[in-house]
């Protein structure tokens, strides 16, 4: 279908994102391996870095369980009631977390669970004495649920929905009691997906990196990420941090492998508006345990976010706003994610082109189809070697070249730019593809090509597509501190690392009002990007 | 008062579609539900079987009141289109759910599906899953938890509209059989005029919510005075 320019400049396109990606993340690689690689051997099993990696996994184990655990009442009952007062409500809150900067539910988590938060004075005033920490690893857990329960219940709930209605339709009529409903037919949809969930949330947890800067980060309770950042940052131990991020690559390796052995959950399905109808739980003990299970579930996300509220109020947001720090910050944020958001797009569309020229190939020959693999492969690349340590690489490589500093908002822009590319992959493959089935023998038959079919074709349908995922990627550039936390100074302040430094320097005033300011920055950009995700999946 | 199914002056509002039934139908026969697409024939099936409840009016099922009976409470099977099987267990537990929505069944029980399953053409299929038969094979094995049921009431929505002509003969020769063997009470949706030759004793014919004409189904295939049916026969 393409003709024989186009599929070359496609091939060309592709090359070059691949080539790109390749050289970026080899270069860090590559100068991790170079730096006295005799040294870094001895260092790469130690009781050290034994206990890091055994809390690492340790956490990530705990806090996946935790997670799916409790999602797993909260996604049945919520399929169960396809009429719960609010219901739209609760999911749409379930999506709230995953677009919220990292640090900033950080913040809310801290005010409800801190050591003066709403949840300790009540529990204080029940006679108990400051029974929850919310520094080290129950912290850790605590803000791990928060963000990866909504997730799983999401994705549970999505497959509870796409059974057939007759299912329950027919339970109903086979008079089959709630418990016999779970065993024959909730839990084995549940269990399908499962396994791809924990795998997905696992990975999240073992390479988290803010939280556990935040809310653990002491010797007992540090992760592979923060360790290598605080050898980095703290103690300026090379050899450390090299030895680190191997440990890390090896092991999200091994992470990678076996999630790749289960299929990937999607939320596609997931009804917001007109719901399946349900006969069964109509006891008053099902309506009861329905009922607790999904408050408590509200009450759980819902809390640490009023309290970001309350405590943002707090602040004097006009001044804070109007603040010259604040302004400068912005401003490098926003630059910063805006070519980390058009870069990643433009990556995604070079990527598709390459993958499209190969597969309008007849016979492609075995290298193509190599090619066309790999390419698949780069847009996920981040996911094996995280940005802490494409960061320290990175760093080490410019060190003899002067100051990073100089190079460091290129650097951050790239690496944001990388992590989002899974992401906006995911958004614009899909929107591509139809969109060729749709159009391109018709445009090939026209003889559209080069500019005006771009102009004419191609921009008007998938502009609602492309602009989700620059706002995604935008968002999570906004929002993200894990880049520019082996950067950030007082030459490179983002929002979140300004708000990380106020923070560190107990002006939790100030944190808590630019919290509030990012916070509703990156959830409005995200709701630009799902706004316009559910339109394009509906036609 | 008959000892069939009733709808006793139903009423009954979805959204801003009414509907009115008001109807008796004989027991131990075959009836067919027809009409055209989105009159209702559903809805009035969904009503006997308990999935919705009327705003007014009785449902009467051999001569017992079960308007305000759970779907479970009532003595009716059901076969759907598609999906009368859940897609991940068994046949032997798909039909065992018929008689103990438990699955606790006994030596006896285990007998009765394999005799079910061998009646209608599938012997010795216990331990395939649904994904593993053909269209018609899985509608056989709704057939086969159906009789395994015993209830009095079978509803069945357009059950062969996903199957081919041919196939439709043979379920269709194979349902009667069945409706012989156990006399029982058969409500049958389906938008094709030759089934309801071949299948039913009576037939309903529905629009907009309302029962335009119930007869005999010799009666209902020639009349030619309502319009709208008219237009259902003609294909
Ligand atoms: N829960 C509901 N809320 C609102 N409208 C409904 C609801 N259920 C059914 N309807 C409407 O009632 C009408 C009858 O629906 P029904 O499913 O009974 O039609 P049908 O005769 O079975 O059609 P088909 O032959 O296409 O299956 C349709 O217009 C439908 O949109
Ligand atoms: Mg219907």
Known sequence: MLTRAERRRGIGWGLLSLVGIAFFVGIAVAALLSWDAGNTQSLLFTAYTWRILRFTLLQAVLSTLLSVVFALPVALALAR???????????????????????????????????????????????LEQPISIYGLSGILLAHVFFNLPLAARLLLAALERLPAEYWLLSSSLGMKPFSVFRFIEWPAARRVIPGITGLIFMLCATSFTLVLVLGGGPAATTLEVAIYQSLRFDFDPPRAIALSLLQIGMTALILVAISLFPAPDDSGITTGRATRRFDGRTVPARLWDTLAILLAIAFLILPLASIVAAGARANLWSLLSSA????????????????????????????????AIADMKRPAGTARAFSVSLGGMSSLVLLVPPVVLGTGWFLMLRPFGDVARFAPALVAIINMLM??????????????????????????????????????????????????????????????????????????????????????????????????LGIICLALTMIGTAGRRETSHD | MTDGIALDKVELKLGAREFRFDCALPAGAVTAITGPSGSGKSTFLNLVAGFETPDRGRILI??????????????????????NLFAHLDLAANIGLGISPS???????????????????????????????????????AFARALVRKKTVLLMDEPF???????????????????????????????????????????????????????????????????????????
Do not use: C
């Open chain 2, 103 to 141: 699955l606790r069944l006994s030596g006896n029980d285990r007998a009765a599906i394999s005799q079910a399953l061998e009646r209608v053409g599938l012997g010795g299929f216990e331990k395939r899953t649904p994904g593993t038969l053909s269209g018609g094979e899985r509608q056989r094995a």
């Open chain 1, 81 to 127: 009631r396809p009429s719960f007062p609010g219901r739209v409500w609760v999911i749409r809150l379930m999506a709230l977390p995953m677009g919220l900067p990292v640090l900033i539910g950080a913040l809310g988590l801290i005010g409800i669970w801190g050591r003066h938060g709403a949840m300790n004075s009540l529990l204080l005033k029940l006679g």
């Open chain 1, 420 to 517: 989002a590319l899974p992401f906006v992959m995911r958004v614009l493959a899909p929107a591509v593809e139809t969109h060729r089935e749709r159009t391109g023998r018709l445009s090939a038959s026209l003889g559209l090509s080069g500019f005006s079919r771009v102009w004419r074709i191609d921009l008007p349908v998938l502009a609602r597509p492309l602009l989700t995922a620059l706002s995604f990627a935008m968002a999570l550039s906004l929002g993200d501190l894990g880049a520019v936390a082996l950067f950030g100074s007082s030459e490179l302040t983002t929002l979140p690392w300004l708000v990380y430094s106020r923070l560190s320097s107990y002006r939790t005033n100030d944190a808590d009002g630019l919290a509030l300011i």
């Open chain 2, 62 to 83: 051999a001569g017992g009141d079960v308007t305000e009976k759970h779907p479970s409470e009532r003595p009716v099977s059901l076969v759907f289109q598609d999906n």
């Open chain 1, 325 to 356: 720090a604040f302004l400068r910050a912005a401003w490098t944020s926003f630059t910063i994610a805006l070519s980390a958001g058009l870069l990643a797009v433009l990556t995604s569309l070079a990527i598709i082109a390459g993958r499209e």
């Open chain 2, 161 to 235: 509209a996903a199957l081919d002509p041919g196939l439709r003969l043979s379920m269709a020769n194979l349902l009667i059989d069945l409706h012989r063997e156990t006399g029982n009470t058969v409500l049958i949706v389906t938008h094709d005029p030759d089934e309801v030759g071949r299948l039913a004793d009576h037939a309903i014919f529905i629009d907009h919510g309302q029962i335009l004409l119930q007869a005999r189904a010799e009666e209902f295939l020639v009349r030619r005075d309502i319009p709208a049916l008219a237009e259902f026969l003609s294909g």
